[in-house]
């Protein structure tokens, strides 16, 4: 089936040690995104990427990089993480930006937990 | 500012029909659309609405009325499996999707 994959599902780090979460999609859509979602809070989007070109939100903190080295791989690294970074890391994908219902399929997300 | 306002929790009880409200202020206005989501997993697409009715899909269904700023999402013969939380988003002049912060809804036997 075609699908949202995020690894890890559960990342454990300490305090400052950087950590890195990976998305790959079988839907060949052009647009990922990256969500941070804290527990009975909406998503947050960090940043997209509309193919290569990569989208940063004004808030998102610099602590916070992505990659998308190709159509199916998308990576966020977390350089410092600190207590406050702990969340769900939802990745999603969509087939375009604008059109219609454009719904976002996500991956199971991964579950960051910082010591 | 954009917000999305959703009651943060509601119950109700198997095989009954429960009403989730959503309102909305938003730069403008492309689509609204709800998703579910079960505790620790991510959220899945229920429904979309970008004009004023109703759309029905099986025992889901969801109103917008785009005058008033609001919409919500009817759950009929609720079973067990239902109990998760219900974000409503919309999509602003700029494409961009406004979320809600969830409506967790607790269903009891």
């Known amino acids: 089936d075609a699908m949202v994959i995020q690894n890890p599902r559960y990342q454990v780090t300490q305090f400052g040690k950087p950590v890195t979460l990976s998305c790959s999609q079988t839907l060949n859509h052009n647009v990922m995104y990256w969500y941070q979602q804290k527990s009975s809070q909406a998503p947050k989007l960090l940043f997209h990427y509309y193919d290569k070109d990569f989208n940063n939100e004004a808030d998102t903190p610099d602590n916070f990089q992505s990659r998308r080295p190709n159509t199916s791989f998308c990576f966020l690294d977390i350089r410092s993480p600190g207590l406050g970074d702990a969340a769900m890391y939802l990745c999603?994908?969509?087939?375009?930006?604008?059109?219609?219902?454009?719904?976002?399929?996500f991956g199971a997300g991964s579950r960051l937990t910082v010591l | 500012g954009q917000n999305i306002d959703q009651p943060t929790e509601m119950t109700a009880t198997e095989g009954a029909i429960v009403q989730i409200n959503c309102t909305y202020q938003t730069s403008g206005f492309n689509g609204l659309f709800w998703y579910q989501q079960h505790a620790g997993e991510a959220p899945t697409f229920l429904s979309y609405?970008?004009l004023d009715g109703l759309e029905e899909k099986g025992r889901f269904s969801s109103f917008l009325s785009r005058s008033k700023g609001y919409s919500y999402l009817l759950l009929k013969e609720l079973q067990m499996k239902d109990s998760a939380s219900y974000l409503c988003?919309?999509?602003?002049?700029?494409?961009?999707?406004?979320w809600g912060a969830g409506t967790k809804l607790i269903i009891k036997p």
């Open positions: 609405n970008v």
């Open positions: 999603a994908t969509s087939g375009d930006r604008v059109t219609g219902a454009n719904v976002l399929t």
């Open positions: 988003a919309v999509r602003d002049s700029n494409y961009q999707l406004i």
